[in-house]
């Protein structure tokens, strides 16, 4: 059985939902097909054709694995079937036009591409009956002039005529000269005030060249036959030349509002190409665009991942709950919340909200996004000539919302995958950790318990020692194992207050042998923001690292330079130095990462992790690990921590806020 391969023509409006859901159920009946959607866009539809529901349109092709097309000709007919033979279609979906006069002469879209499909099917689908009022601009309909535009056509109208007749008055004149003078006026109407402004003029004109200039003058009747043709022609030309002049009037102005919509269209295209979010500068670009004093994107929290980034527990809609911005203040009720704002939208909107601010509010224009989402102007009401423009704004910010949500998506997947591969390797890496100290417990406590063996207090001495240094070892496996899951599943969450260097270092010295790190302190070393027991921790794992890979080395403590800088504060520095063999340049940024061993070193120094959790908990409190080469030989690990400004600090919920690299290291 061939393969279906459907052809679309869209015109721009909102009824092309109906041939997208009718290709739907003729691919349902095939089984299997292709769905291609066109829209031929023509110089004189451009102005009837609506960016949000092309938008819509385009998704619900690509829901069934089909593809949008844009051609751009003159002739729509011709161009829907140029392609459909291109592309091998069996069928041709078009909608019923609704220009009466068209379907009856045979000269619409439908009726041409039936007359020209040959072996193509080709099915009409018919309009419904009553369209959605938001898509109800055709095509056909009329650029406005404007109110005041058309009021001085009017008054003109009015004025010109007799002006001109005060001014035949002066000299003698045949009617004929009457006619064309009169003729000129209705054209400069015209070119002013559109066409029904000339159109009264030119009444108002026969009427003074009959009174006036007309035999018997001063008088509405007419003797010669002639005059009566003269007085009809002159009416029928004014009235056709003031329609070819009102419409090319008009096109001259759509084509002027055209290019200022294709510049800015085109800037925006380049904005977002730029940048990955350029949702506020897309705001701030309408602004500037419609002249409004504020601009905002609200949105219903169930919106999702790319609207939905300040919605409130749960995310209920539910009257009455508040939403939190990043801040924790108030950004609306009643489910809505502001997603992005620019101009003076954040503070106007930043009180209670009971919806969307409707179009009957003054100032004010909303264009719907989707249907949990709008885009607010405020302080300009967008006259209908420039919803169009609008229209295209709406489905930029949606493209920029789809584009926040999939980087959520991807973040979130990233995340969960760095966990996979976290718990594979730890699973992978204490196989044989875990195994090693609990034999050593095992054997040594077996020994002890058996009976009709006798030791001498130096071997049970020995076999308790043997249980005492594995389980010290087991107790620091499992605590560094459960940091690093602490640091990957970003749930560190340090309470930052003032400490002294010397504090935390004096901490970490009690776990390990005493004399072994020599302490050289300035003794007036300011306090840093940080967490006292995370501190601790990292300083300790570091000083573990330095006597495990440079023993029988000195490793000493001491303080930094001072005037160091931390992304662009004053901050404090902490030395470890040690003499060992250090670490190769290429080598250092592996140095960091989790399950490492200098050299492949045997897991009976450990599993790699001390660095790694040390860094993480530097990072959480807004600080930098880094690595660097000893004079004379050996490894420098420098930690830089903010200076205290003596005021207690919290961390951002919900984690390590973002990470710092420097000197060539990274998580």
């Known amino acids: 059985m061939a393969r279906e391969r459907i052809v679309i023509g869209l015109n721009g409006s909102g009824e092309g939902d109906l041939l997208v859901r009718r290709a739907a159920k003729l691919l349902e009946r095939a089984g299997e097909g292709d769905v291609l959607a066109v829209h031929v866009r023509t110089p004189s ?25 844009a051609l751009s000709s003159g002739d729509v007919a011709g161009a829907l079937l140029d392609y459909a033979r291109a592309h091998d279609a069996t069928h041709i979906l078009v909608g019923q036009s609704r220009r009466r006069f068209a379907v009856l002469s045979g000269g619409s879209v439908e009726a041409k591409v039936v007359r020209g499909a040959g072996d193509i099917d080709v099915q009409v689908v018919p309009r419904p009956a009553v369209s959605r009022p938001s898509l109800s601009r055709g095509a056909g309909q009329r650029t406005a002039l404007g109110r005041r535009r058309v009021m001085i056509g009017f008054a003109l109208a009015a004025a010109l005529p007799a002006g001109l007749q005060l001014l035949l008055a002066v ?42 200039s007309t035999p018997p003058l001063r008088d509405l009747a007419i003797h010669d036959p002639q005059d009566v043709l003269s007085l009809a022609v002159f009416a029928g030309v004014a009235v056709a030349v003031a329609g070819v002049v009102d419409r090319s009037a008009r096109r001259s102005k759509e084509a ?43 949105a219903r929290p169930s919106a999702g991942p790319g609207t939905g980034e300040h919605a409130s527990a749960g995310g209920s809609d539910a009257p009455g709950r508040a939403v939190k911005d990043d801040a924790g203040s108030d950004v609306g009720l009643g489910g809505w919340q502001v997603v992005a704002a620019a101009g003076d939208a954040a503070d106007r909107l930043r009180g209670p909200l009971a919806g969307v601010p409707g179009t009957g509010t003054p100032a004010t224009t909303v264009e719907q996004v989707d249907e949990e989402t709008s885009l607010v102007l405020l302080g300009r009401e967008v006259p209908p000539s420039g919803r169009r423009l609008l229209a295209a704004f709406a489905v930029h910010v949606k493209a920029q919302l789809e584009r926040r949500q999939l980087a959520a998506t991807r973040t979130e997947m990233l995340r969960l995958a760095e966990g996979n591969a976290m ?123 330095a006597l495990k890979y440079a023993a029988g080395t000195a490793v000493v403590v001491a303080g930094g330079a001072g005037g160091s800088v931390l992304d662009g504060h004053p901050c404090g520095e902490l030395q470890i130095i040690d003499h060992g063999p250090g670490v190769p340049a290429r080598k250092v940024v592996e140095m960091f990462r989790p399950f490492q061993r200098l050299d492949d070193t045997s897991t009976s120094t450990g599993i790699g992790l001390g660095l790694s959790v040390a860094q993480g908990f ?40 973002g990470i710092h690299t420097a000197a060539g290291v990274q998580p």
């Open 45 to 69: 539809g451009a102005q009837g054709e609506s960016p949000h529901a092309l938008e819509a349109q385009r998704q619900l092709v690509a829901g069934l694995g089909g593809s949008y097309h």
């Open 171 to 212: 000299f003698d004149h045949s009617v004929a000269t009457a006619a064309l003078l009169q003729l000129a006026g209705a054209v400069a109407v015209a070119l002013v005030g559109g066409l029904w402004p000339a159109i009264a003029g030119a009444l108002w004109s026969s009427v003074l060249v009959n009174y006036f």
């Open 256 to 298: 002027a509002t055209a290019r200022a919509e294709a510049a800015t269209l085109a800037d925006l295209a380049l904005a977002a190409s730029r940048d990955e979010d350029n949702l506020k500068g897309l705001l701030a670009e309408a602004v500037n665009v419609f002249g409004a004093t504020g601009a905002a994107v609200l």
């Open 423 to 545: 718990r594979t390797a730890i699973l992978r890496a204490v196989s044989h950790d875990l195994r090693t100290p609990l034999a050593g417990i095992k054997l040594a406590a077996g020994g002890l318990l058996q009976h009709g063996v006798a030791y001498t207090p130096a071997e049970q001495h020995d076999l308790l020692e043997t249980i005492d240094e594995c389980t010290d070892r087991l107790d620091l496996l499992v605590a560094n194992l459960l940091d690093m899951s602490r640091i990957t599943a970003q749930s560190v969450e340090p309470l930052l207050g003032p400490v002294r260097w010397s504090e935390a270092v004096e901490a970490a010295l009690r776990g390990l042998p005493r004399g072994a790190v020599r302490v050289a302190l300035p003794a007036n070393m300011p306090p840093v923001d940080a967490d006292a027991g995370l501190l601790e921790r990292a300083v300790a794992n570091i000083l573990e690292n």
């Open 618 to 657: 530097v990072q959480s409190m807004r600080g930098t690990l880094t690595a660097r080469e000893t004079p004379g030989g050996g490894l420098t690990m420098v930690i830089r921590l903010p200076l205290s400004t003596g005021i207690p600090a919290s961390a951002p919920a919900g984690g390590s806020p």
